[in-house]
């Protein structure tokens, strides 16, 4: 028999089965979300360490790059100094200020001003190059005439072309609309390309440039009758200190600087060549406007 304490006692309601099981399962979804939340806490936690490491990273690079382009930007000056004297005492000699020259010496002379002029060249590439990837060269965009950049590419490249008897033509639109762009570094990439198509045509070769219209903006195409690329030496394009050819004269830098100049417009440089077959370089600019 129950004692009277156990008869005055209250007695708990009975809780009934399928709330205990409410009940459960409640607590059982309150562990797995805190479990849940502990292992998403803990990946935030690694992906912000990971994030930080990489903004270091970054900053380091970022910081080297921009030594390096010092360094090149102080080494392209000192060497243009020396080599801009050496090519004037050329060029006078050359003219016969200090008195005549015989055949022979007029060789050697015109050999020391090709070879210094090539090296002025390299350390303007140089500089370029390294201020484009250090991030401090930004394009001053103006509306621009293609047409009009491209005639005085090719007008400054005739005596070149004509001292290695080659034939350049050019055509254009009569009817060009202006579109956003630097117009100095678009000569530097004229100029490259031509320069390019000019070194590896032959003596009597010919080059051709054409500016077309196209229904994103403005196409500029350069072609040459020269000996062409083999697969190999195509995939060599647009590294630097790389030409198209293992002998050919030139460190393959203008490349990289044309390809480099057309992407910050916003474009796209494009090569067709096949072996002893001549060469097309394609540069699309977009309309942006």
Aim: proline share 5%; charged share 20%.
């Amino acid at each position: 028999m129950h004692n009277a304490r156990d008869r005055l006692a209250p007695r708990a309601p009975a809780v009934p089965e399928e709330d205990r099981a409410m009940v459960t399962v409640w607590w059982l979804t309150v562990a797995a979300l805190g479990g849940a939340g502990a292992a998403a806490l803990l990946t935030f936690l690694r992906m912000r360490r990971t994030a930080a490491a990489r903004v270091a990273e970054l900053a380091q690079l970022e910081h080297l790059v921009e030594r390096r382009a010092e360094q090149v930007t102080a080494l392209s000056h000192e060497l243009r100094t020396p080599l801009s004297m050496i090519k004037g005492a050329v060029d006078l000699l050359r003219e016969g200020t200090p008195g005549p020259l015989t055949s022979a010496q007029e060789r050697l002379l015109q050999v020391a001003a090709h070879q210094s002029t090539q090296v002025t060249s390299l350390c303007e590439s140089l500089l370029i190059q390294a201020k484009i990837e250090a991030g401090l060269f930004t394009p001053r965009m103006e509306k621009v005439d293609v047409s009009v950049v491209a005639r005085d590419v090719v007008t400054a490249m005739r005596p070149l072309c004509a001292q290695r008897e080659q034939r350049i033509s050019l055509d254009v639109p009569q009817v060009m609309p202006r579109i956003p762009a630097d117009p100095m570094l678009l000569t530097q990439a004229l100029t490259n390309l031509l320069s390019n198509a000019s070194r590896f045509t032959t003596t009597g070769g010919s080059i051709d440039v054409r500016v077309a219209l196209i229904d994103s903006g403005v196409a500029v195409y350069v072609t040459d009758d020269g000996a062409g690329m083999t697969r190999a030496e195509r995939h060599r394009l647009f590294h630097r200190f790389a030409t198209g050819r293992p002998l050919a004269d030139g460190t393959g830098l203008g490349l990289v600087i044309t390809k480099t100049v057309v992407e910050l417009h916003g474009g796209e440089i494009m090569v067709h060549t096949a072996s002893t077959r001549g060469t097309t370089f394609l540069l699309t600019l977009p309309d942006a406007s």
